[in-house]
């Protein structure tokens, strides 16, 4: 049977979230029913309220870094228990069988990838709500068990911050001896650090604030290049074999292509859209590769969170209300936050309708 639950939603794009009922789809054998403890914030999920990429639909419950303990599962179910701690990403289902999702690498679906929210369930049409509520329901395939040594509130921010940073890095073999840059301090930027080092790379912060040094080094960075200042990035020039790009508006990526040793990449994690005047000059006399990378596949996810457990990984956040979400969110456009919300979603069950 459906299940009724407390959210806060967006009805509009220039308006306010607040609280919204709904029932959730009624579980399927292979389901598991989760009772959401922490929700992440993600600058996604901003974007997606205010329709920022044309694809809103209205009512919108966001959320797509999800943590919580299994309530029940189905018949089918036979990786997870109910009070067994999980988690829950940007997906939740994927047509299973296409190249893509043979590989482990259900994000890039062939078919299109079913999101956390936003979306239409594959089965039965019914629209995708996300974490900002009381509980969901999800297909055993695209939960995730949580090490025992993580926080549950720092380990929200991994299912989307976490793993957008460590499957480039893995992809990419990263590890010792690796120089690596990472351009942005933000929340994906500050999980780069973390996890390039914890890798065993050298690494170093592209920033255009020279006021983050501190913070910088504390994360991991082994050295920090001011990005406006020319002297500092030439003298970087052809040092770093993978760059990666967490800045989530558009910019000029030129500046960072010469930095690139021989065959080295620049990874594109944080924006989406079109480059203005990019000289491709720089990539084709260094052999140098301009890609993009978009969240990882589930088995990597766990492996990602496997590897923060192993290596005492969490994302630096600060814990708020539900009822401080729309104020939160004028926050992170300001960049006020290190370097993640995350939701404690008693707040949300303690609001009466």
């Not at 794009?13 to 607040?18: E, K, P, Q, V």
């Not at 990419?172 to 790379?201: D, E, F, N, R, Y």
């Not at 990602?304 to 708020?320: A, R, T």
């Amino acid at each position: 049977m459906p299940y009724p639950v407390k959210s806060y939603a967006a009805h509009a794009a220039t308006g306010r979230l607040g609280l919204f009922q709904f029932d959730r789809r009624s579980p399927r054998a292979d389901d598991v029913v989760i009772d959401i403890l922490f929700c992440g914030v993600c600058h996604s999920d901003l974007h997606s309220v205010r329709n920022d990429w044309g694809s809103a639909h209205y009512p919108m419950v966001p959320g797509h870094e999800i943590v919580g303990r299994v309530l029940a599962v189905g018949a089918e179910v036979t990786r997870f228990k109910v009070g067994d701690a999980v988690g829950v990403g940007c997906m939740v289902d994927s047509c299973r069988h296409c190249h893509a999702c043979g590989q482990g690498w259900e994000q890039y679906c062939e078919s299109g990838v079913t999101d956390t929210y936003n979306q239409q369930d594959r089965i039965d049409g019914s629209r995708t709500y996300g974490g900002y509520s009381e509980k969901v329901v999800v297909a055993e395939h695209f939960v995730l068990k949580l090490p025992d040594a993580l926080d549950l509130a720092g380990a929200a921010p991994l299912l989307c911050a976490g793993i957008t940073t460590y499957s480039p890095l893995r992809r990419w073999k990263v590890g010792p001896g690796s120089q690596v840059a990472i351009v942005g301090l933000g929340g994906l930027g500050h999980m780069g650090l973390k996890l390039a080092k914890a890798l065993g790379a050298e690494v170093a912060l592209f920033s255009r604030s020279p006021g983050k040094e501190a913070d910088a080094r504390r994360l991991g960075a082994d050295r920090i290049i001011l990005s406006t200042d020319p002297a500092q990035m030439t003298a970087v020039a052809g040092q770093f074999d993978l760059i990666l790009d967490t800045v989530p508006s558009q910019h000029d990526l030129n500046p960072y292509v010469p930095t690139l040793a021989t065959g080295g990449t620049l990874v594109v994690l944080g924006y989406m859209g079109p480059l203005e005047a990019f000289n491709t000059g720089p990539l084709v006399f260094g052999r140098r590769d301009l890609a993009g990378s978009l969240i990882g596949g589930i088995a990597e996810t766990q492996d990602m969170l496997d590897f923060c457990g192993q290596h005492g990984i969490q994302s630096d956040i600060e814990v708020i209300r539900i009822q401080d979400i729309n104020e939160s969110y004028e926050r992170m456009l300001r960049s006020d936050v290190k370097y993640r919300f995350v939701i404690d979603m008693a707040s949300l069950k303690e609001q009466t309708l």
